[in-house]
């Protein structure tokens, strides 16, 4: 009698499976048990795939099995981040190559020597002033709310930092590891170097900027760690598979950047939840400007809530002046920039202090706009602006394609006096060269903001050699220039009518962020905003500070038009090089949808930059109450379709 050796059958999932239909394939693994999160070399068709095992102990298959064919010399990936896996695949509905490609770090069986933590090239001395009475309030709602996840509304210049390296420092404390997400605009040297102060030794800085050898190391370095660690890292830093997480931290939590743009089309805030749950750790999201969303969800008792409403040190709040270019006296012919901005600018230059001036560039939608009265002609059913496509003889919905000859008198207040909006930002320098001609100019943009230059401008910008500074989006990001007196925007409508249903939110962060750069030094800032929608909840937020009666104006008018959180979106791109393939491929696809019960589609409609990279790219929106419809959705979808759940815009 010979005893029958038993075989051990699990589920791997391969790293290279580009189907979205399945989570894994059964092996056998002889009489070796493998533990979840093995990774492992496995048949995959006529290849060898590296895979990770993501179920164990199943009972013999009626089906022939494959064997295991290696098992990698590296401890298991912790369980929450192969079950993290699991839950990407089918939250996102997407395959397993796309999810562990986000996951783990390119060329893993590689072998990379893992070398000592580098010192910072800072050096900076953890703050240890006394926690204020808001600081210490926050941190125990964080450690005693009866949720997992806090939101810290925190104004700029609250110390919410400060908060993160408290909460960091108990868990570590506790032998559990943290993870910090920043943007990655604000992951300077200067950050790293407070939290390798605080934490010598502790650090692990992950961002896009290392090499594909140094993401490796730090990976390693996560999994292999014997003691607790800290992330400080850009949003995939997420991913790193630290064995006892106990805290994660998103700050600035309503930056765009968190959301991948990619397949699977994650959203980072959406991730970490889930991550924390699954690892039983703690989320933090911290934002000056929360989206609504977290507001919905804190409203709705589904989050902790703390605020920071005092600014550490008692710097005071800017002033923020309305200007309603409506009206004829503030206006200047041929000319963006109204009387009162000029005359700040003018005194702010007088008085030897720096000025800067903001415009939009988040694209630009061509639309037009009455200039007595602020109308826009907007969309009966997406409640959306409508923009002129090509020529300018209609106006069209990017998403349902519904159109409109363009009025040639306002239908709000009968006036002529329809401009275009959108555009016309480049004469901006030249305007302000024109009006004073003894000040000192300088831009940052994106084409302005590389390495060298960018470091060199904000040595000028300190040194008080530019006395105004004109810039897009780049500049409400932590520029902190003590002489800057006064800030002014442009065109505050410019954002506002965008056609999206995200645009209010965005205007409100961007104007609340922008008036964050004035007042940093002494004195105290003044703001000016032109706009023709001076009642717009996103602009009086802006000025009175009232966040939480702009989400709700926000969140009732979302209820209403049906968009996020009250109903779930899928954003669908069709896009060919040949314009009536396009067309076509979109129709078709669109009488496919119809097949699917309980969703909404809108379009197709050419998207609102239909002609980019060569192409010509068609959209349909997809909206339904219940998630899982989406999902029902997106199993019909054929590989040529971009499909983005959950988008953040729909543009
Ligand atoms: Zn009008
Ligand atoms: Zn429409």
Not at 72 to 78: A, E, I, N, R
Request: one cysteine or more.
């Amino acid at each position: 009698m010979s005893k029958v050796a038993t075989k051990n059958y699990v589920v791997v999932s391969p790293l290279t499976y580009t189907g979205a239909e399945t989570r894994g394939f059964t092996y056998d693994s002889g009489e070796q048990e493998l533990p979840v999160g093995q990774i492992v070399k496995v048949p995959l068709g006529r290849r060898q795939s590296l895979g990770v095992v993501t179920q164990i102990n199943l009972p013999k298959p009626e089906f022939a099995t494959k064997p295991v064919s290696e098992v990698l010399d590296l401890p298991p990936l912790p369980a929450h981040i192969t079950n993290l896996a699991t839950w990407m695949q089918d939250y996102y509905y997407a395959s397993a190559k796309s999810v562990w490609q986000t996951l783990l770090p390119a060329g893993i069986t590689r072998k990379r020597r893992i070398k000592e933590v580098e010192p910072s090239p800072l050096t900076l001395k953890p703050s240890t002033e006394p926690l204020t009475a808001e600081q210490e309030a926050a941190i125990k709602v964080v450690e005693t709310g009866q949720r997992p996840t806090t939101l810290i509304r925190g104004v700029t210049g609250a110390g919410k930092t400060r908060i993160y390296m408290e909460l960091v420092a108990t868990e570590l404390a506790k032998g559990n590891s943290a993870i910090i997400l920043v943007p990655e605009i604000a992951l300077t040297p200067q950050l790293l170097a407070l939290f390798h102060a605080r934490f010598p030794n502790r650090i692990l800085a992950y961002h896009s900027t290392l090499t594909e050898s140094q993401k490796h190391v730090a990976w390693q370095r996560a999994l292999l760690s014997e003691e607790p660690m800290v992330v400080v890292g850009a949003r995939s830093g997420l991913f790193l598979p630290l064995a006892r997480l106990g805290l994660v931290v998103i700050d600035e939590c309503h930056e765009t950047s968190y959301k991948q743009e990619q397949n699977p089309r994650y959203h980072a805030v959406t991730a970490a939840a889930q991550l924390a749950r699954l690892a039983g750790a703690k989320l933090v999201l911290g934002s000056a400007t929360p989206g609504v969303q977290e507001a919905y969800l804190a409203s709705e008792g589904r989050l902790n809530l703390a605020e920071l409403t005092k600014r550490v040190q008692n710097r005071s709040h800017p002033e923020i002046k309305v200007i309603d270019m409506r009206q004829a006296e503030v206006k200047q012919c041929g000319s963006q920039i109204s009387r009162p901005l000029l005359q700040a600018l003018t005194e702010t230059l007088e008085a030897g202090r720096q000025s800067l001036l903001f415009i939009n560039r988040r694209g630009s939608a061509s639309s037009h706009q009455c200039d007595d009265c602020g109308y826009v002609s907007s969309c009966p059913t997406c409640h959306l602006p409508l923009t002129f496509h090509g020529d300018r003889t209609k106006l069209l919905c990017h998403i349902c394609n519904y159109q409109l000859t363009p009025p040639a008198i306002c239908p709000e207040c009968s006036h002529a006096s329809f401009k275009f909006l959108g555009g016309g930002t480049q004469r901006i320098e030249a305007d302000i060269q024109r009006l004073l001609p003894k000040a000192r100019l300088a831009r940052l943009d994106k084409d302005s903001a590389r390495g060298h230059d960018l470091a060199e401008l904000h040595r000028q910008l300190h040194a008080g050699e530019i006395d105004i500074l004109i810039g897009t989006q780049m500049i409400a990001k932590g520029l902190d220039l003590p002489a800057l007196d006064t800030v002014g925007v442009i065109n505050a409508d410019t954002m506002l009518h965008m056609p999206d249903y995200s645009a209010s939110e965005r205007t409100y962060q961007l104007l609340t962020q922008v008036a964050g750069r004035a007042g940093r030094g002494d004195a105290s800032g003044m703001v000016y905003i032109q706009t023709h929608s001076p009642t717009h909840p996103a602009v009086t937020a802006t000025v009175n500070g009232d966040y939480w009666k702009f989400a709700n104006a926000e969140l009732a008018e979302r209820q209403e038009h049906g968009y996020p959180p009250f109903r779930y979106l899928l954003k669908l791109t069709v896009s060919h090089q040949d314009k009536a393939t396009a067309s076509r491929r979109a129709q078709e696809l669109y009488g496919k949808l119809g097949q699917v019960e309980q969703v909404r589609r809108l379009g197709p409609a050419p998207a609102l930059y239909d002609r980019a990279g060569g192409q010509y790219h068609w959209h349909i929106i997809v909206k339904a109450a219940s998630r899982p419809r989406l999902l029902a959705v997106a199993k019909l979808l054929p590989d040529w379709c971009k499909t983005d759940i959950d988008p953040i815009n729909l543009l």
